[in-house]
């Protein structure tokens, strides 16, 4: 249109409609009102134009274009969905509930691959039907730090229908926070650095929903009243069921030879789901046989090598950005065996002050370069998955002088976890005889018993590790010294999946070493755990070694240990004479040496005895004895399992009132060995059973079986029957 308003004459002018307009023309006045059902094709200086035309001379008057009302879509930038999607269902169900209690961000955070985007997007899928939008930034480079929060909001405000929003940074926040403020806008915020990277990207709408993922922590987002949702691998049957469905291959259909191999599959790409479908889809190739491991020899890379290479892409990227201390302290924990780690046990494997290892632990948390580990006490735990520790190791065995500094932190790993168990030894079995060599000991970091067995229920998870580390190093004396040492924790907790490894370990070191005290003492030990687990046959053997040994030695005090477990393993299996026999001699030895503990736990086996022949008369004066002897030496342990079976002993013969007493006091004393407060337990039933009080006896019951769950199974079933009436 020229200056003067007019369109010369001859020109065709297309509009689109709906539009009105008066014009004229050499074939005279034309009125046309046009529209979106309207079209016409018109020659126009000998070319052709399609759609809605006026064709006129000169336009006077105005031109009115009413545009017609555009079509509202909801924006959508969601990812698609993981085809594979597997199980999360308790992040998923933390998502709900966090939706459900008004909570308007969460911050999924773990290592790279482990499906935060995943489960991200599979959840914000859910919520589409009450979002007015639902949009999405990734925040991983190569996007520049410099250009956010612009980077993000400009096209989030076009999707908005803004089309060219003026202004930057808080001017820019500012029209993002209003327009969302009436409107329920969901946002996923993928990849995030840091909490000062997400705050400008956040909706202010009360109905709005942010979804942050991230390598890190991100903590700091909690002060704006954001969940934290950390991200773990999968359970390893998760594992397999992702793999399977990635490699096009039904679970069911998976062979039994194949289960394992699909398993060690699964194990190999750490449980991760990333790697598992990179996996699972080269796998896909060889329909045929998917899970058979490759041909020796191949020098084609494995699948799984192909899938890490993104999850270790990204764990460089996290370890640059750590300090020196840092670096240092994860390379030294993936060198490691110990599971689980502490700021105790990094400062004792570094040699830094407790402070600085906490604060160091709590950097390499941030990065996800460690997880949240197990544990309710006061004492932040941590723990690093396969894929970490594979990482950490690399990083380490990359250092010049690699063999050296893991050789130096595994000796100090070894060291402290030796002077802690002799103070929890001291505190807990102070009666047994230690194999240690004397050597001055730090200050003890315990008050009490409870403390020193708390501490030993935490490191748990370390124990079969670290023995195993200092016996595969040859280290034989540390080796044997340690698993002595963790004789309170066998006694209390009967941890039978750890005792008895843990002792083949102990015996062969002392083989080796040619030690033959020791070696009498270790193999008592562990022919006392094969007997409490359920196997007294297979602990005869073992306590016939020992007393052959011990007579040859001429150490009456190991023979009479022999003699007792003897008995106890023919008591077990059902024959008491002979369990009598072996423990009449071991009382008669140990009198000729004046060991008092020992006649002590001789007679609490009589007693025992003495209840099979149904004879508990007898069995009540043996256990009285006992628990006389085991007092007066201050063996309360040992004093409280004579109190619980003199209970019984009397409950059975009539006396249940002074039973019933005898085991409620038997309780406390008992307390910290879960085998015998569920039989306690079980006892005070039949005890309350006898008196008529069947409703106290079915909770005595009820509770003894909730206390054997976790170390005889089939003891627990049976009390859980005993209690149900079934």
Not at 224 to 252: N, Q, S, Y
Not at 391 to 405: L, Y
Not at 408 to 425: F, K, S, Y
Request: with cysteine; glycine share 8%.
């Amino acid at each position: 249109m020229n200056p003067n308003g007019r369109i010369p004459a001859n020109r065709g002018v297309g509009l689109p409609g709906p539009y009105s307009a008066t014009t004229t023309g050499r074939s005279g006045a034309l009125s046309a009102v046009t529209g979106p059902g309207a079209t016409a094709a018109n020659t126009i200086n000998d070319g052709v134009f399609q759609g809605p035309v006026v064709l006129a001379g000169t336009v006077t008057g105005g031109i009115h274009h009413h545009a017609a009302p555009p079509l509202k879509v909801a924006a959508c930038q969601l990812p698609r969905l993981a085809p594979y999607f597997t199980n999360r269902c308790t992040e998923l169900a933390a998502l709900e509930a966090a939706r459900a209690t008004g909570t308007q961000m969460v911050v999924l955070s773990g290592i790279a691959g482990v499906g935060k985007s995943a489960l991200a997007a599979q959840w914000l899928h859910t919520q589409q039907d009450t979002a007015d939008a639902q949009l999405h930034a990734d925040l991983t480079p190569p996007l520049a730090a410099g250009s956010l929060p612009e980077a993000v909001l400009a096209p989030w405000l076009r999707a908005l229908g803004v089309e060219r929003a003026s202004g930057r940074g808080a001017e820019l926040v500012g029209l993002w926070r209003s327009l969302t403020a009436q409107r329920e806008v969901h946002v996923l915020i993928d990849g995030a650095r840091d909490a000062e990277q997400v705050r400008p990207l956040l909706p202010s709408g009360t109905r709005s929903f942010a979804l942050v993922t991230s390598r890190r922590l991100l903590w700091e987002l909690s002060a704006d009243g954001a969940l934290l949702l950390p991200l773990g691998p999968l359970a390893p049957r998760d594992a397999v069921t992702l793999l399977c469905a990635a490699a096009g291959v039904p679970e069911a259909a998976v062979a039994e030879e194949r289960a394992a191999a699909a398993a060690a599959w699964a194990a190999s790409c750490a449980h991760l789901p990333l790697p598992l479908v990179l996996t699972g889809a080269r796998l896909r190739s060889r329909p045929a046989r998917p899970f058979a491991p490759p041909r020796a020899g191949v020098a084609s890379p494995q699948p799984q090598e192909h899938a890490l290479v993104a999850i270790t892409t990204a764990l460089d990227a996290s370890y640059a950005e750590l300090e020196a201390e840092a670096q240092r302290l994860y390379r030294t924990l993936g060198a490691l065996p110990a599971p689980t780690v502490d700021a105790d046990l990094a400062a004792a494997v570094c040699e830094l002050p407790v402070a600085t290892a906490g604060w160091l632990l709590e950097i390499l948390a941030e990065e996800r370069l460690l997880d949240p580990g197990p544990g309710d006490g006061s004492a932040a735990r941590y723990r690093m998955n396969a894929a970490l520790r594979d990482h950490a190791w690399s990083k380490a065995k990359a250092e010049p002088d690699a063999a050296e500094q893991r050789e130096a932190a595994l000796r100090r790993l070894c060291m402290w976890t030796l002077d802690l168990l002799r103070h929890a030894q001291k505190l807990l079995t102070p009666a047994q005889a230690t194999l240690l060599t004397p050597r001055q000991l730090p200050d003890s970091p315990f008050t009490d018993g409870d403390m020193a067995l708390a501490w030993l229920d935490d490191q748990e998870e370390n124990l079969l590790p670290v023995v195993a580390a200092a016996a595969a190093e040859r280290w034989d004396e540390l080796t044997y010294q340690l698993v002595d040492a963790w004789w309170p924790y066998f006694l209390l907790r009967h941890p039978f999946d750890l005792w008895l490894p843990a002792h083949e370990l102990g015996v062969a070191a002392a083989r080796r070493a040619g030690n033959a005290p020791v070696l009498r003492q270790l193999l008592a030990s562990w022919a006392i755990g094969i007997s409490a687990s359920g196997h007294p046959a297979d602990a005869i053997p073992l306590h016939e070694e020992l007393l052959h040994a011990a007579r040859g030695a001429g150490d009456v005090r190991d023979e009479g240990q022999a003699l007792l477990g003897l008995g106890g393993c023919h008591l077990d299996a059902g024959h008491p004479a002979p369990a009598r026999l072996h423990l009449r001699e071991a009382i008669v030895r140990w009198e000729s040496c004046g060991y008092t503990r020992g006649i002590g736990l001789a007679e609490i086996t009589l007693g025992q005895v003495c209840l099979a022949d149904e004879n508990p008369a007898a069995a009540t004066v043996h256990l009285l004895s006992a628990y006389g002897r085991l007092t007066e030496i201050q063996e309360h342990f040992e004093a409280g399992r004579a109190l619980a079976l003199l209970g019984h002993a009397r409950s059975t013969g009539g006396n249940s009132a002074e039973g019933i007493s005898d085991l409620e006091r038997a309780l406390d004393l008992v307390a910290m060995s879960a085998l015998w407060r569920a039989r306690t337990l079980e006892w005070l039933g039949d005890a309350h059973q006898h008196r008529g009080d069947e409703a106290t006896a079915r909770t005595c019951w009820r509770s003894a079986a909730d206390a054997f769950a976790t170390i005889r199974r089939d003891d627990a079933v049976r009390l859980w029957a005993k209690a149900t009436g079934r």
